[in-house]
């Protein structure tokens, strides 16, 4: 290089992502696996919407998901419009003005390739070994809940490709710093000065940058992980940084040609989350327990010996039952519903309660959020994400306990003869739902509307502390009742 021209920083950051609950970063597209078999008798194999994979057929994060979750950091700790937001992850199009296009930021972001995996053995919808979902791959598959009835929808079941809890991902990011000296000419005392001048700003520019950059992955370090991909608001996506993996590579190319490298270990703290900042309910269901796999079931009569029970529960972990995040966010918002439509009844709050959640809205930009409901803007609906967050859904303990009934006949209510059969349920389950209330993306909304959301979410809190809540199968014969832990 000659003497005066640019100097140039490259910091090179890798670190490990963990993946605390399921994540699904969706491809677009859909397949059909040979092992997933769908709802007992159906007519055809399922669609599953599939994972983003790599060149080995491995599940992939991919540079702009991460970029997203870093910029989303960014704008909480700088202001959505801040300029320390652009200047690391540059402006977006749609934001600069007629004629004009974005700008690149400071930091790549580079793909997450997957370092490790845990097996899953216990997958449910899956039969046999899950050969082509590939290791540390399951599917999981969730249905609307009808308002009305607040039971599941018929004929709405879908399935996902999910990635399971313990992946870990590699992340890479790196920083390019360049000064801003160059070009033939001049006096050569006067360009040795100012390349001098140019490789002091650009340390102080590359340091400045890095140290911004680290301070968004320190807060990628918080034990209840920051959420990715699809199903955010239902617990999906969580993934957390291990903060003793940090490392950073530095190498510099000075203006006179000189080339220097080197790799240091910068461990960050581990942050525990702000206590203040999330709810969480501690519920114990002493009775059965479980969420149907429909793929396992099987008719009753004939000989049960040696053989798998009718009715099977979701494990992913054996002998421990899968509670998912969408589990639990349509019984939330059935709840919330039946507590905002009581208050309406009642002349508490304002407004009709048949409109306290009605079917078919969607929101598009620039709609005022004042005409949604309290539910509407806790749950969200069609193209606006709700406030209310499902932070972890933590299922511990459980002790299977398969239960032995009898189909009875409908008409003469007595039972009928060859119908015994059984289910695997959990007794003893410990579930903590830990829940946040954020701001949203609710741009307009006045105070008063905000304090009814507010008040509604503690109102919900408050009711499943009392009287508990109803998840799972078969509620109308005693399975899935929760109960606040230390109520009796």
């Not at 490259?10 to 969706?26: E, F, K, N, R, Y």
Request: aromatic residues 4%.
């Amino acid at each position: 290089m000659r003497e005066g021209a640019s100097p140039r920083i490259l910091h090179d950051i890798t670190a490990t992502l963990v993946v605390l609950s399921p994540l699904h970063v969706g491809s677009g597209d859909t397949c059909n696996i040979s092992t997933v078999t769908g709802k007992k008798g159906a007519n055809r194999q399922p669609e599953v919407a599939a994972v983003v994979r790599d060149a080995d057929d491995a599940p992939y994060l991919p540079g702009t998901t991460i970029k997203g979750l870093l910029r989303r950091l960014a704008e909480e700790r700088h202001g959505r419009d801040g300029e320390a937001v652009e200047r690391l992850f540059g402006s977006i199009k749609s934001s600069i003005e007629a004629g004009g296009g974005g700008a690149a930021g400071r930091v790549t972001v580079f793909g997450a390739r997957r370092i490790a995996a845990p097996a899953v053995p216990e997958a449910p919808f899956v039969a046999g070994a899950a050969d082509d979902l590939g290791r540390g791959v399951f599917v999981a598959a969730r249905t609307r809940i009808d308002p009305e009835s607040g039971t599941a929808g018929d004929h709405t079941l879908f399935h996902q490709e999910m990635v399971a809890p313990e992946t870990t991902f590699a992340l890479r990011l790196r920083i390019d710093t360049r000064g801003r000296v160059g070009g033939a000419g001049g006096d050569h005392v006067i360009q040795t000065e100012a390349a001098a001048r140019d490789g002091r700003d650009a340390r102080l520019e590359a340091n400045a940058t890095l140290s911004d950059l680290l301070a968004l992955l320190d807060l990628l370090c918080e034990e209840s992980g920051r959420p990715i991909g699809k199903g955010q608001s239902d617990g999906f996506g969580r993934v957390r940084l291990d903060p003793a993996s940090v490392k950073i590579q530095e190498r510099v190319l000075g203006a006179d040609g000189t080339f220097t490298s080197r790799t240091t270990k910068r461990p960050l703290a581990r942050r525990t989350s702000a206590a203040a900042a999330v709810d969480v309910l501690r519920l114990v269901c002493d009775g059965p327990f479980l969420v149907v796999d429909a793929s396992k079931t099987r008719k009753q009569g004939g000989s049960d010996e040696g053989k798998e029970p009718h009715i099977a529960a979701q494990v992913l972990v054996k002998d421990e039952p899968l509670l998912l995040g969408t589990s639990v966010a349509g019984v939330l918002r059935a709840r919330a519903r039946w507590l905002e439509m009581r208050a309406r009844l009642r002349g508490l709050r304002d407004g009709a309660a048949e409109k306290v959640d009605p079917e078919g809205v969607v929101w598009r930009k620039g709609d005022d959020p004042g005409r949604l409901s309290s539910v509407q803007r806790l749950f969200g609906i069609t193209g606006l994400r709700g406030r209310l967050e499902i932070v972890r859904v933590e299922v511990r303990g459980g002790t299977p306990w398969d239960v032995t009934s009898v189909k009875l006949d409908r008409f003469t209510g007595g039972p009928v003869d060859n119908a015994l059969f059984k289910t695997r349920t959990f007794i003893g389950v410990r579930l903590a739902l830990v829940l946040r209330l954020g701001p949203g993306r609710l741009a307009g909304l006045d105070a008063d509307r905000g304090a009814q959301d507010e008040a509604l979410y503690h109102d919900l809190l408050d009711d499943i502390r009392k009287n508990g809540l109803t998840l799972g199968h078969g509620g109308n014969k005693g399975f899935g009742w929760f109960r606040s832990e230390g109520a009796s």
